[in-house]
């Protein structure tokens, strides 16, 4: 599994939901199991089969979230700059194309948003932005095509 950079918010939220499946969810689904368990007939019970997929889907949850836990490095806040584009910059860029302005902050994978203008910087337009400085054109290729873009400011 590869490193992942994430804040300590983002590595904060992901210890709370392992706790949470660990904690909360397993133990309910255990139960599920053992209530479909005390009907009888495991060959034709469908609440069983349904629990014990679920129990599978869990487990191999809480799995993902630990091997991330495992592999993360914490980025020290402290140190980002405003030279160039990196990660938990906000950068507001220009679409060369049709003169469109955006703002977003880079950040790990995990903690994407778009909703909060939040991009993760292993996406087409994240990568593409990393290390440019104010003033940079780039072209980045996305699923529709190419598009241009002018970094207009970059700050934390």
């Known amino acids: 599994m590869a490193i992942s950079y994430m804040t300590e918010d983002g590595y904060r939220k992901l210890l709370e939901e392992v706790g949470y499946l660990e904690t909360v969810k397993r133990p309910e689904i255990s139960r599920q199991i053992a209530e479909a368990r005390d009907k009888g007939d495991l060959s034709e019970n469908a609440e069983y089969d349904a629990a014990k997929e679920a129990q599978g889907i869990l487990e191999s949850k809480i799995a993902q979230l630990?091997?991330?836990?495992?592999?993360?490095?914490?980025?020290?806040?402290?140190?980002?700059?405003?030279?160039?584009?990196?990660?938990l910059n906000k950068v507001k860029i220009r679409?060369?194309?049709?003169?469109q302005q955006m703002e977003y902050t880079l950040v790990a994978e995990n903690e994407a948003n778009l909703k909060e203008g939040k991009i993760a910087v292993n996406t087409p337009i994240g990568k593409g932005l990393l290390g440019k400085k104010v003033g940079d054109n780039v072209a980045i290729t996305v699923p529709s095509g190419v598009i241009s873009f002018e970094i207009l400011e970059i700050s934390i």
């Open 66 to 87: 630990k091997g991330l836990i495992a592999n993360a490095r914490l980025i020290n806040e402290s140190q980002i700059s405003t030279d160039i584009v990196q990660i």
């Open 95 to 99: 679409n060369l194309n049709n003169n």
